[in-house]
């Protein structure tokens, strides 16, 4: 399995931009995360769907984020317009159903720069 | 919330010695996973083990164990025998049994020294 999947690796926008970032989450898993990890924060858990609905979107920043779940295969998570306080890398995660015994496999990240 | 504390930012070990992180957590919960992450430059996480809260026996994945004390919230990441490439930012996480969210500490950053 090629593992979760994101793109970009990086991005460098300039404020007010729009911003999307993408994730494929491993086959077969049923649950997606969206984290953002900054030096000051930490790992944050932003929003997180199964089977493809959003169940808990309470880490979302504010309004300029927002995340979509088309299919079972693919995720966006998009800020307009940007800031230069996004500035982060931004973690996307995919695990089973948790009534079995699982963890949470993640991305290589999106380094995103807001200049 | 749960919350994950790694007390130490950072810690560095001598290439082949042993080297443990802290981790300690809160919970009133009885049954949950506890994992540890590492984060290489490459900025990809990656599961280095996992305890399963109702067993007593310390889990163990190579030359990584962990000391889990589930009275004193308390679990620990022995690395032995330290490489060059053990050199990352390690992540203690806490889910509960039947929840879907993780909670990660701030991260211990671990220097090897050839």
């Known amino acids: 399995d090629a593992g979760v999947i994101q793109s970009p690796r990086h991005e460098v926008t300039e404020m007010g931009q729009e911003v999307t970032l993408r994730c494929k989450p491993i086959s077969g898993h049923d649950y997606l995360f969206w984290y953002r990890q900054t030096m000051m924060r930490g790992l944050e858990l932003l929003i997180y769907f199964n089977n493809n609905v959003p169940i808990d979107d309470s880490g979302m920043p504010e309004d300029r984020f927002s995340a979509k779940m088309p299919n079972a295969s693919f995720s966006t998570l998009k800020i307009q317009p940007s800031e230069p306080r996004d500035s982060a890398v931004y973690f996307c995660a995919s695990s089973l159903d948790p009534e079995r015994p699982d963890t949470q496999y993640f991305g290589p990240g999106t380094r995103l720069t807001v200049l | 919330a749960q919350t994950v504390t790694q007390s130490q930012p950072e810690m560095s070990v001598q290439e082949a010695e042993t080297v443990t992180l802290s981790c300690t957590y809160d919970?009133?919960?009885?049954?949950?996973?506890l994992f540890w992450y590492k984060q290489p430059p490459s900025r990809q996480m990656i599961l280095v083990i996992r305890q399963e809260a109702y067993k007593q026996q310390n889990a163990t994945e190579n030359r990584f164990s962990v000391n889990f004390q589930k009275a004193a919230k308390s679990f620990s990441l022995k690395i032995s025998d330290s490489q060059l490439g053990d050199a990352a930012m390690y992540f203690c996480?806490?889910?509960?049994?039947?929840?879907?969210?993780?909670?990660f500490g701030t991260g211990t950053s671990l220097t090897v020294i050839p």
């Open positions: 919970t009133s919960e009885s049954d949950y996973y």
């Open positions: 996480a806490y889910r509960s049994w039947a929840g879907n969210q993780f909670y």
